[in-house]
């Protein structure tokens, strides 16, 4: 079975484009300047805020792969608090989680490099204890398991 957490995704997305974060560094005025519906903001987007330079074991990045790949097969929306410039700003709602799933799968490749594929989800258990969900590269800090009870 693989655990998995879309809080993974979500606090990537946070970290870099955090608007207090943004403007602190004096990014903000480009950052919101955008539109991350566009393929080529995207991609300068993910590479200037959002790149991980590397990994601190294949374990972490073999988690954060999984916990991705689950996210996008089952288009569950991560629960991210930080402002997408151009896809935040879209009113419709089905528009919206498409232009975000479109950023996602573009974040996949560049995270990645390698063709997205869709997770066989009867191998997938979404955790919800807060020791995974907080740090998924510590897996000597996790306790007893926790599983939502909307897995797919």
């Known amino acids: 079975m693989i655990d998995v957490s879309l809080k993974h995704i979500s606090q990537l997305i946070d970290s870099a484009f955090d608007s207090t974060k943004l403007e602190y560094y004096g990014d903000f005025d480009e950052f919101s300047s955008l539109n991350l519906i566009e393929n080529q903001d995207a991609i300068y987007a993910i590479r200037k805020w959002l790149s991980i ?3 601190r ?3 972490e990045k073999s988690q954060y792969q999984e916990s991705f790949r689950y996210c996008l097969t089952t288009k569950k929306i991560p629960p ?3 402002w997408l410039a151009g896809i935040d700003d879209v009113d419709d709602m ?3 989680e498409k232009h975000l799933f479109d950023f996602l799968h573009i974040l996949w490749q560049e995270w990645f490099d390698e063709p997205f594929t ?3 989800l009867t191998n997938y258990k979404e955790r919800i204890d807060a ?7 510590m897996p000597e800090a996790w306790k007893q398991p926790k599983y939502s009870v909307r897995s797919a």
């Not at 020791?131 to 590269?137: S, Y």
């Open 131 to 137: 020791e995974f969900e907080n740090h998924p590269w």
């Open 80 to 82: 991210y608090t930080a």
């Open 118 to 120: 869709p997770a066989d």
């Open 94 to 96: 089905n528009l919206w």
């Open 57 to 59: 074991s294949v374990q």
């Open 53 to 55: 330079g590397a990994w």
